[in-house]
């Protein structure tokens, strides 16, 4: 009982001697760090902050409840979205139109969700990583229902449905070797970046996603014009297009039925909540088939991936990453390191050094043109223009792979391809190889190939002197002959006054030359071909 006695004394000492450092230091804030204890400059702690004004106890009616965070992780995808969800909800009945016409369509949801299942654990993991509302993962949704592949009429691309102009100021290469605008990691961080800027620009995600739609020109066009009219501003007081309209209550809809599918008679398939692929690094130029063979995976998962390589060979210097469904990343790279099956890749690319026709092209590289067509889409009657790039095949000699300047500037210009027509003229007094060159607009060693004369020749009055002449050019602009030219055909004017004269029959050519050489007008049928070509 003594000892109790002296700890209880002993505790009580301890407690009173606490309470009057306690006291004291309230009392003169200043003191602990004068008296060398153990104040703020001796632990290195923060001074301490005292209140000015006296406390008050809190009340029961300012109390509030606060939501607590749960420790289980999300079941699947679906439930990780919702519970991101921080957009305000929009109640309207085009809200609950589109809610009807989703739901009603069980099988489009179901195409919509399967193929989202590749890269919406992505998509998710960079909303949260930016703090952005995860509705935005539902987006492409409504732009292309997921599919990378997607090209609308106006041009826009990829599951964002990225316009040319707009990919490009958001870094999104675009060449002969890959679109990024249709690549998942590239055109999902250009999305969230283009979001959060028009979210900077209008502090409104119903704005920012109208603007998305429509253009932020647009939405603030609108916005001032309801501001000089003194009306309101939300996205529902708008005056905007049909579709842009119906852009935020499409995904409000589609919201509304991942919120709660049972409301809807709709089922979600089942999206785990662990990403679907994983990024390898591409060290060779690659054939796109023997990558997807080298990863065991089918060919069209493949690309379902790899969307921007829009081309038989896959770049190492433009592409330095591959996407691979996550178990079939090592699979890949342990074959690749295996491969000793010849060359990786057995395309490349080649500049072309001067301007040139498709065929000459095929040519060169070794291809028929048919195939030098499709794989590089060149379109008909068009020449390929000098220091474009061109898929062709990779010999056995060639070691290098394409070079890096090449991959990322690749591009394919053309220019229209001249089509000409045999025709004669009627030389007139004095008339020689130069004034007939002159007149057309000529080369004179042309002139004179065609006549099988010397350069220097002067021909006989009344002599018929064959010419080529341009169908799509106006010759008369170019040499004043009075020659214009109708749809598929040349048409004669009068050299006086320009009125057009009776239309030449169907097949024939009609070249008109100033009434001062006193050269007849001769008709003469299409289908002539000069002993040698001439483009």
Known sequence: MKLIAATCLAGSLVLAGCAGTSNNNSSSPSSSSSAGGTGAKATGSATPVYPRDSLSPLTTGQAQSQSVVTLAPPVDMWDRIRRGFKMPNLDSDLVRDREQWYSSRPDYIQRMTERSNKYIF??????????MPTELALLPYIESAFNPQAISSARAAGMWQFMPAT???FDLKQNIFRDDRRDVVASTRA????????????????????????????VSRAIAKNQRLGLPTTYSDLTMPAETRLYVPKLQAVKNIVANPQAFNTELPLIANHPYFQTVTLTRDLDVELAAKLADVRLEDFRALNPAAHKPVLIAAGTPQLLLPWDNAAVFQRNFDAYSQGQYASWTAWVVPSTMTVADAAQRSGMSESD???????????????????????GARVKEDVAAVVADGGHLSFQPEIVTHRTTVKAGRADSVASIAR????????????NDVKPNHAFK??????????????????AGTGVAVGRGHAVAVSAKRGAPVKASPRGTNVVKVPASSKQQVVREKR????AKKKR
Do not use: C
């Open 122 to 131: 992505h998509i998710v993991e960079e909303l949260e990583r930016r703090n």
């Open 372 to 394: 030098l067509r499709a794989i590089n889409n060149v379109p008909p009657r068009m020449l390929i223009k000098a220091g474009s790039t061109l898929i062709v095949p990779r």
């Open 461 to 478: 009055r009344g002599f018929s002197v064959v010419v080529y002449l341009p169908i799509r050019a106006t010759v008369a602009a170019r």
């Open 167 to 169: 990919g490009t100021d």
């Open 191 to 218: 999305a969230l970046d283009y979001l959060q800027k028009l979210y900077g620009m209008f502090g409104d995600w119903q704005l920012a996603l109208a603007a998305y739609n429509w253009g932020e020109g647009s």
């Open 527 to 530: 289908g002539g071909t000069p």
């Open 439 to 450: 007149r057309y607009n000529l080369k004179p060693a042309n002139v004179a190939e065609w």
